[in-house]
Each structure stands twice: as structure tokens, then as C-alpha cells.
């Protein structure tokens, strides 16, 4: 595996369900992102761990719950999500957060929540 | 707030018909801007960063420039292998080194 990745590429829940994304980069970084892209609306930054520190939250709601149990795997934790929260998640890292260094995206997870 | 904005929304080529996209940007202390692209269903993939005005940076048909108030990305003779979504993003001490988007312009070259 190369670049960044993350799983499933594709998923489909209710709003009573519990489900998790999962990404894993394989580039030596040390800082991770997650970005929410909906439709017809700029690329939205969610949380950043930088050195598995959460640096940046910004704003999000508590049903999506962050977890970085290490440099290289980040979690997105869902719960009780809504509709509205259907939208193609993003997992970026780059070499350090702080730095104006390029950020590397993997696929990303399209997310449909019924 | 840093603010970007990219036109057109959308633009239509034929393939050779060479054009530019703009993206202009408001912030304060601009530490980078870069371009990305992004094809349907995927993650954006990397193309240029661009550190201060007057440079200009270029790979295959792209050019990307930049300026104190915005970026041009130049697409000389166009494939319809360069259809896709083009994002700009800028980053500034502002807003605490994260990256600010716009909404992208969406290409579509026809053969």
C-alpha cells in the first residue's frame, strides 16, 4: 500500500447506527486531517492531529468522534448521525502540522445516511 | 476570515482550445496556495504549491502563477484526460496554519 487509504470506500447507514472510517497513511507523516466535502460546498476541515495530539476541532458536532491511536491511523467514529451528514469524507496527512507543507489525500469514504 | 474564490464554476474546452482558471483569495499573512485536482469520486491529488507573488510553477499542459490577490491555473491545449474538478486552497498564520478551500472550477474538455 502507498499514499493514503482509507475504508470502506462506500458505506450506507441508518441514523441509529454506530460506524467507523478508518485511514491509514504510508508516508511517514506526523500529522492527520479529516475534511467533510458535500455537494456544491468548499472542502470543510473537521479535526487534525498533529503527533497524535488533536490540534484542531472545529466545531464539529459530538456525534463524529476522533480517534489517532498513532502517527500512521486515524478513526472518524459516527453516531446518531443525520441526513445532512451524507457527504464524502476526506483523510489527508502531511509531514507536521504548523508548516507550510502539502497535505496528501487518500480516497475518501462516500457516506449515505438514510 | 480567509476567504477564496474560484470562477468559473464550471468551463467547457474543446480539446486544444487552450484557457485559464482563476482563484482569488483574501487573507492575511498568505504562507502558501495550492492547486489541486480532483476526479470524480476521488481525493484530491496534488499539483502545485506557490509561495509568494511572481512565481510561477508548471507540469505537462498546467501553469500555475500567482499574484498578491489571486493564482491563475493555465491550461495550454487540453486533453480530454484534464477534465476534472481543479481546487485552490490557501494557507495563512491566520488561520492557524489550516488550509482554506474554495469551491473549485469544473473542467470538461471535449474531444
Known amino acids: 500500500e502507498t499514499g493514503v487509504t482509507q475504508t470502506p470506500r462506500h458505506l450506507v447507514m441508518g441514523m441509529t447506527n454506530k460506524k467507523s472510517l478508518k485511514c491509514e497513511q504510508h508516508?511517514?507523516?506526523?500529522?492527520m486531517y479529516w475534511y467533510k466535502q458535500s455537494a456544491k460546498k468548499p472542502l470543510e476541515l473537521m479535526f487534525v492531529y498533529n503527533f497524535k495530539e488533536q490540534t484542531e476541532n472545529n466545531s464539529v458536532p459530538s456525534r463524529f468522534s476522533p480517534e489517532c491511536p498513532n502517527s500512521s491511523h486515524l478513526f472518524l467514529h459516527l453516531h446518531t448521525l443525520q441526513p445532512e451528514d451524507s457527504a464524502l469524507y476526506l483523510c489527508?496527512?502531511?509531514?507536521?502540522?504548523?508548516?507550510?507543507?502539502?497535505?496528501?489525500f487518500g480516497p475518501g469514504t462516500r457516506l449515505t445516511v438514510l | 476570515e480567509d476567504q477564496v474564490t474560484q470562477s468559473p464554476e464550471a468551463l467547457r474546452l474543446q480539446e486544444g482550445e487552450s484557457s485559464s482558471l482563476n482563484c482569488s483569495y483574501t487573507?492575511?499573512?498568505?504562507?502558501?496556495l495550492f492547486w489541486y485536482r480532483q476526479d470524480p469520486g476521488k481525493g484530491p491529488e496534488f499539483l502545485f504549491t506557490?509561495?509568494?507573488a511572481g512565481e510561477e510553477k508548471e507540469k505537462e499542459r498546467l501553469k500555475a502563477t500567482l499574484t498578491k490577490k489571486e493564482s491563475f491555473l493555465h491550461i495550454t491545449a487540453p486533453k480530454p484526460e484534464d477534465s476534472a474538478t481543479y481546487l485552490c486552497?490557501?494557507?495563512?498564520?491566520?488561520?492557524?496554519?489550516?488550509?482554506?478551500f474554495g469551491g473549485g472550477t469544473r473542467l470538461m474538455v471535449k474531444p
Open positions: 489527508a496527512s502531511s509531514q507536521e502540522y504548523g508548516f507550510t507543507d502539502t497535505q496528501y
Open positions: 487573507v492575511s499573512g498568505l504562507r502558501g
Open positions: 508516508l511517514g507523516h506526523n500529522a
Open positions: 506557490l509561495y509568494s
Open positions: 486552497a490557501v494557507q495563512s498564520g491566520n488561520a492557524g496554519n489550516m488550509l482554506t
